[in-house]
């Protein structure tokens, strides 16, 4: 499958800033770098900035007229938290991770449905071994994971007719800012972002439809094979 013309949200940093480069890397047409600090990334003939901001419905919807020509959806961006689902003093920030990471994306998802159907295009969205396997440390966002895996479930089987590809991908822990912002360490025991973005890229090109991205989702897939229960889930319906 040729990249043609990508968006990605959460661009301008950790794992999104990585997949503008692989992409980039892998000859895509043209790179809209979604994100909520635009004029932090300089414009080229490739790669766009756009405004994205996942809990502002205008800024969705302008991001799409303005990416019209898009075929490839990378939903990169969401925002993590390190407590748990009891141990938290309040839900608040729960609810937050939940409206950005699945609200937010699905809004993101809905918005571009009709310019992917149009340009016979993809949906990729990066998860997390989380979204499998919960981490009591992370609750909300494993939690917020799992959730958008099944929604993910859900869109492919709606949008096969019309023939827009959705993929979903699981990583485990990355050297990001993001992590290391939280844990006091982005490097030890986790995977390169550079390395899984050329993965991810990799997986898309290749047609995959489920991308393990790192050592430690490999190590997952064997213990959980959730495509031969959803194939036969979408045979039933």
């Keep these: 499958m040729s990249l043609g013309r990508v968006f990605v949200t959460g661009a301008n940093r950790g ?10 890397e892998a ?4 790179i809209y770098a979604g ?30 007229t303005s990416s019209s020509d898009t ?12 407590e748990g689902v009891m141990s938290a003093t309040s839900l608040n920030h729960a609810k937050q991770v939940m409206d950005v990471n699945l ?4 809004a993101v998802c809905r918005g571009f449905q009709p310019v992917l159907v149009a340009n016979g295009g993809c949906i990729v969205n990066i998860l997390s071994i989380g979204a499998l396997v919960a981490y009591p440390v992370a609750g909300p966002y494993c939690a917020s994971k799992a959730a958008l895996f099944s929604a993910t479930q859900s869109m492919r089987a709606e949008l096969a007719s019309s023939g827009v590809r959705v993929v979903a991908v699981f990583v485990g ?4 800012d993001m992590v290391a912002q939280h844990r006091g360490d982005g490097s030890s025991g986790r995977s390169s972002p550079v390395a899984v973005a050329r993965r991810v890229v990799q ?3 290749a047609g995959d439809t489920d991308i393990y991205a790192d050592e430690v ?17 979408r045979s039933r319906a």
């Design 203 to 205: 997986g898309i090109v």
């Design 35 to 64: 994100c909520r600090q635009p004029a932090e990334l300089t414009p080229d003939d490739i790669i766009r900035p756009v405004y994205l901001e996942l809990e502002d419905s205008d800024s969705i919807e302008q991001a799409v």
């Design 103 to 106: 609200w937010g994306t699905l």
């Design 217 to 233: 989702a490999d190590g997952l897939r064997s213990l959980y094979d959730h495509k031969r229960a959803e194939q036969q889930t």
């Design 27 to 30: 000859g895509a047409d043209k």
């Design 71 to 82: 075929t490839i959806l990378i939903n990169n961006a969401g925002i993590i938290g390190y």
């Design 173 to 176: 822990p990355m050297q990001t």
């Design 15 to 24: 794992l999104g800033a990585e997949l503008v480069k692989a992409c980039l």
